[in-house]
Protein backbone atom coordinates (compact mmCIF):
# COMPACT_ATOMS: atom_id res chain seq x y z
CA UNK A 1 0.00 0.00 0.00
CA UNK A 2 1.24 3.47 -1.05
CA UNK A 3 1.76 5.73 1.77
CA UNK A 4 -0.99 8.59 2.29
CA UNK A 5 0.48 11.78 3.62
CA UNK A 6 -1.38 14.78 2.81
CA UNK A 7 -0.13 16.08 6.98
CA UNK A 8 4.46 15.34 6.86
CA UNK A 9 3.66 16.33 10.60
CA UNK A 10 1.52 13.82 11.13
CA UNK A 11 2.57 10.98 8.72
CA UNK A 12 0.52 8.72 7.03
CA UNK A 13 -3.51 8.62 7.20
CA UNK A 14 -3.45 4.76 8.04
CA UNK A 15 -0.67 3.13 9.76
CA UNK A 16 -0.51 -0.63 10.07
CA UNK A 17 1.57 -2.60 12.42
CA UNK A 18 2.14 -6.67 12.43
CA UNK A 19 3.28 -8.27 15.34
CA UNK A 20 2.50 -11.83 17.58
CA UNK A 21 -0.49 -12.54 14.54
CA UNK A 22 -2.31 -9.34 15.19
CA UNK A 23 -2.18 -7.03 12.08
CA UNK A 24 -3.00 -3.29 13.58
CA UNK A 25 -4.04 -0.81 11.29
CA UNK A 26 -4.37 3.32 13.27
CA UNK A 27 -6.38 5.90 11.66
CA UNK A 28 -4.36 8.95 11.93
CA UNK A 29 -6.26 11.67 10.90
CA UNK A 30 -6.94 13.32 14.47
CA UNK A 31 -7.43 17.03 13.56
CA UNK A 32 -10.23 15.91 11.58
CA UNK A 33 -11.77 13.34 14.53
CA UNK A 34 -10.01 10.51 11.83
CA UNK A 35 -12.89 11.28 9.73
CA UNK A 36 -13.25 9.10 6.59
CA UNK A 37 -11.93 11.06 3.65
CA UNK A 38 -11.73 8.89 0.07
CA UNK A 39 -8.30 8.15 0.53
CA UNK A 40 -8.67 6.97 4.20
CA UNK A 41 -11.45 4.52 2.73
CA UNK A 42 -9.51 3.09 -0.53
CA UNK A 43 -6.31 2.57 2.42
CA UNK A 44 -8.30 0.55 4.62
CA UNK A 45 -10.45 -1.25 1.88
CA UNK A 46 -6.88 -2.53 0.21
CA UNK A 47 -5.85 -3.73 3.70
CA UNK A 48 -8.77 -5.48 4.51
CA UNK A 49 -9.25 -7.13 1.17
CA UNK A 50 -6.09 -8.19 1.06
CA UNK A 51 -6.79 -10.37 3.99
CA UNK A 52 -8.43 -12.99 2.03
CA UNK A 53 -4.81 -13.42 0.03
CA UNK A 54 -2.46 -13.86 3.25
CA UNK A 55 -2.12 -16.15 5.96
CA UNK A 56 -0.11 -14.56 8.39
CA UNK A 57 -2.19 -12.66 10.74
CA UNK A 58 -5.12 -14.19 12.80
CA UNK A 59 -6.43 -10.54 13.55
CA UNK A 60 -7.02 -7.37 12.67
CA UNK A 61 -7.73 -4.62 14.96
CA UNK A 62 -8.49 -1.17 13.96
CA UNK A 63 -7.82 1.85 16.54
CA UNK A 64 -7.41 5.96 16.26
CA UNK A 65 -4.78 8.29 17.00
CA UNK A 66 -6.56 11.49 19.13
CA UNK A 67 -9.51 11.80 21.29
CA UNK A 68 -12.07 10.23 18.44
CA UNK A 69 -12.24 7.28 16.89
CA UNK A 70 -13.98 8.16 13.68
CA UNK A 71 -16.59 10.71 13.18
CA UNK A 72 -18.10 9.40 10.12
CA UNK A 73 -17.80 10.76 6.47
CA UNK A 74 -15.71 13.42 6.06
CA UNK A 75 -17.31 16.45 4.73
CA UNK A 76 -14.68 18.59 4.83
CA UNK A 77 -15.66 19.23 0.91
CA UNK A 78 -19.11 19.44 0.67
CA UNK A 79 -19.19 22.16 -1.05
CA UNK A 80 -17.17 21.14 -4.00
CA UNK A 81 -19.12 17.77 -4.85
CA UNK A 82 -21.66 16.73 -6.30
CA UNK A 83 -24.32 14.11 -5.57
CA UNK A 84 -22.61 11.36 -7.88
CA UNK A 85 -19.43 12.29 -6.08
CA UNK A 86 -20.71 11.55 -2.66
CA UNK A 87 -22.61 8.27 -3.72
CA UNK A 88 -19.52 7.26 -5.08
CA UNK A 89 -17.82 7.86 -1.42
CA UNK A 90 -20.85 6.37 0.66
CA UNK A 91 -20.27 3.35 -1.89
CA UNK A 92 -16.70 2.71 -1.23
CA UNK A 93 -17.98 3.15 2.67
CA UNK A 94 -20.20 0.09 2.41
CA UNK A 95 -17.79 -2.31 0.93
CA UNK A 96 -15.28 -1.33 3.29
CA UNK A 97 -17.69 -2.28 6.02
CA UNK A 98 -18.76 -5.21 4.04
CA UNK A 99 -15.63 -6.66 3.65
CA UNK A 100 -15.17 -6.04 7.65
CA UNK A 101 -17.89 -7.70 8.05
CA UNK A 102 -16.80 -10.87 5.86
CA UNK A 103 -13.03 -10.70 6.82
CA UNK A 104 -11.76 -13.94 7.16
CA UNK A 105 -10.15 -13.25 10.00
CA UNK A 106 -11.20 -11.88 13.65
CA UNK A 107 -12.05 -8.40 13.53
CA UNK A 108 -11.41 -6.36 16.85
CA UNK A 109 -12.04 -2.24 17.44
CA UNK A 110 -11.40 -0.30 19.84
CA UNK A 111 -13.06 3.53 20.21
CA UNK A 112 -12.49 6.15 22.05
CA UNK A 113 -14.89 9.61 22.20
CA UNK A 114 -16.95 10.32 19.16
CA UNK A 115 -17.71 7.27 17.21
CA UNK A 116 -20.15 8.76 14.78
CA UNK A 117 -21.65 8.05 11.26
CA UNK A 118 -19.70 5.53 9.32
CA UNK A 119 -17.56 5.47 12.25
CA UNK A 120 -19.58 4.00 14.75
CA UNK A 121 -20.69 1.53 11.26
CA UNK A 122 -17.11 0.40 10.98
CA UNK A 123 -17.22 -0.20 15.15
CA UNK A 124 -20.11 -2.21 14.38
CA UNK A 125 -18.71 -4.34 11.67
CA UNK A 126 -15.80 -5.70 13.85
CA UNK A 127 -16.28 -9.20 16.14
CA UNK A 128 -15.04 -7.35 19.19
CA UNK A 129 -15.84 -4.35 20.12
CA UNK A 130 -14.21 -1.89 22.75
CA UNK A 131 -15.92 1.41 23.71
CA UNK A 132 -13.38 2.43 26.44
CA UNK A 133 -15.48 5.22 28.84
CA UNK A 134 -15.93 8.35 27.42
CA UNK A 135 -17.13 6.99 23.53
CA UNK A 136 -20.31 8.11 22.32
CA UNK A 137 -21.44 6.57 19.47
CA UNK A 138 -24.53 7.94 17.02
CA UNK A 139 -25.67 6.93 13.50
CA UNK A 140 -27.06 10.04 12.06
CA UNK A 141 -27.30 8.68 8.47
CA UNK A 142 -31.07 8.84 8.49
CA UNK A 143 -31.48 12.77 8.82
CA UNK A 144 -30.42 12.93 5.73
CA UNK A 145 -31.79 9.90 4.07
CA UNK A 146 -28.95 7.54 3.84
CA UNK A 147 -29.38 3.78 4.46
CA UNK A 148 -25.65 2.68 6.06
CA UNK A 149 -25.43 -0.28 7.84
CA UNK A 150 -28.91 -0.56 9.66
CA UNK A 151 -29.35 -4.19 9.17
CA UNK A 152 -25.38 -5.04 10.49
CA UNK A 153 -26.69 -2.73 13.43
CA UNK A 154 -29.99 -4.42 13.87
CA UNK A 155 -27.81 -7.92 13.76
CA UNK A 156 -26.23 -6.58 16.78
CA UNK A 157 -29.01 -4.63 19.26
CA UNK A 158 -32.23 -5.84 17.69
CA UNK A 159 -34.53 -4.51 14.78
CA UNK A 160 -36.52 -2.22 16.97
CA UNK A 161 -33.54 -0.40 19.14
CA UNK A 162 -31.82 -0.40 16.03
CA UNK A 163 -34.92 1.45 14.15
CA UNK A 164 -35.29 3.84 17.25
CA UNK A 165 -31.22 4.97 17.35
CA UNK A 166 -30.96 5.51 13.56
CA UNK A 167 -34.54 7.68 13.25
CA UNK A 168 -33.73 9.77 16.05
CA UNK A 169 -29.60 9.51 15.69
CA UNK A 170 -29.83 8.67 19.46
CA UNK A 171 -26.04 8.99 21.24
CA UNK A 172 -25.28 5.78 22.97
CA UNK A 173 -22.25 6.11 25.41
CA UNK A 174 -20.11 3.59 26.40
CA UNK A 175 -22.18 1.77 29.12
CA UNK A 176 -25.50 1.70 27.33
CA UNK A 177 -23.65 0.18 23.65
CA UNK A 178 -22.00 -2.82 26.18
CA UNK A 179 -25.48 -2.96 27.32
CA UNK A 180 -26.72 -3.62 24.36
CA UNK A 181 -24.41 -5.64 22.79
CA UNK A 182 -23.18 -2.82 20.54
CA UNK A 183 -19.63 -2.87 22.58
CA UNK A 184 -18.66 -5.82 23.37
CA UNK A 185 -16.89 -4.75 26.64
CA UNK A 186 -15.93 -1.06 27.80
CA UNK A 187 -12.10 -2.59 28.92
CA UNK A 188 -9.04 -2.63 26.42
CA UNK A 189 -7.70 -5.92 28.01
CA UNK A 190 -5.83 -7.51 25.19
CA UNK A 191 -8.55 -9.09 23.60
CA UNK A 192 -6.91 -8.96 20.04
CA UNK A 193 -3.55 -10.80 22.10
CA UNK A 194 -5.81 -13.68 22.02
CA UNK A 195 -4.73 -15.99 19.56
CA UNK A 196 -7.45 -17.85 17.53
CA UNK A 197 -7.28 -19.80 14.16
CA UNK A 198 -7.64 -18.14 10.71
CA UNK A 199 -9.19 -21.42 9.05
CA UNK A 200 -11.72 -21.64 11.98
CA UNK A 201 -12.26 -18.79 12.21
CA UNK A 202 -13.19 -17.97 8.95
CA UNK A 203 -15.71 -21.54 8.99
CA UNK A 204 -17.22 -20.15 11.58
CA UNK A 205 -18.08 -17.03 10.04
CA UNK A 206 -19.25 -18.31 6.95
CA UNK A 207 -21.32 -21.13 9.10
CA UNK A 208 -23.19 -18.42 10.90
CA UNK A 209 -23.23 -15.24 9.33
CA UNK A 210 -25.67 -14.53 5.82
CA UNK A 211 -24.10 -13.07 3.08
CA UNK A 212 -26.42 -9.64 2.67
CA UNK A 213 -24.07 -7.68 0.61
CA UNK A 214 -25.57 -6.93 -2.53
CA UNK A 215 -28.97 -6.11 -0.77
CA UNK A 216 -27.16 -3.94 2.14
CA UNK A 217 -25.35 -2.18 -1.16
CA UNK A 218 -29.01 -2.03 -3.20
CA UNK A 219 -30.60 -0.08 0.22
CA UNK A 220 -27.77 2.34 0.50
CA UNK A 221 -27.86 3.14 -3.26
CA UNK A 222 -31.72 3.65 -3.41
CA UNK A 223 -31.00 5.76 -0.28
CA UNK A 224 -28.30 7.79 -1.53
CA UNK A 225 -29.66 8.07 -5.25
CA UNK A 226 -32.66 10.77 -4.45
CA UNK A 227 -31.74 13.81 -5.92
CA UNK A 228 -30.38 16.72 -3.63
CA UNK A 229 -27.82 14.27 -1.49
CA UNK A 230 -24.91 17.17 -1.50
CA UNK A 231 -27.98 19.58 0.29
CA UNK A 232 -29.58 17.09 2.57
CA UNK A 233 -25.83 16.37 3.81
CA UNK A 234 -25.46 20.37 4.01
CA UNK A 235 -28.73 21.15 5.70
CA UNK A 236 -28.08 18.50 8.30
CA UNK A 237 -24.29 19.53 8.84
CA UNK A 238 -25.14 23.34 9.31
CA UNK A 239 -27.98 22.57 11.72
CA UNK A 240 -25.29 20.65 14.08
CA UNK A 241 -23.32 23.96 13.80
CA UNK A 242 -23.09 25.84 17.25
Do not use: K
Amino acid sequence: MEPLAPDPNRGPLLSQHTADGTLTLTLNRPTRGNALCEELVEALLEVVEALHAQGQAHTLLLRAQGPHFCTGLDLGDLERVSDGDLLLRLVRIERLLAAIWHAPIRTVAVAQGRTWGAGADLFAACDLRVATPGTRLRLPGAQFGIVLGTRRLAERIGVDRARDCVLHAREIDAATATAWGLATTMQDDGLSALRVDAHAAAAIRAATRGDHRDADLAALVRSASEPGLRARIATYRDRQRP
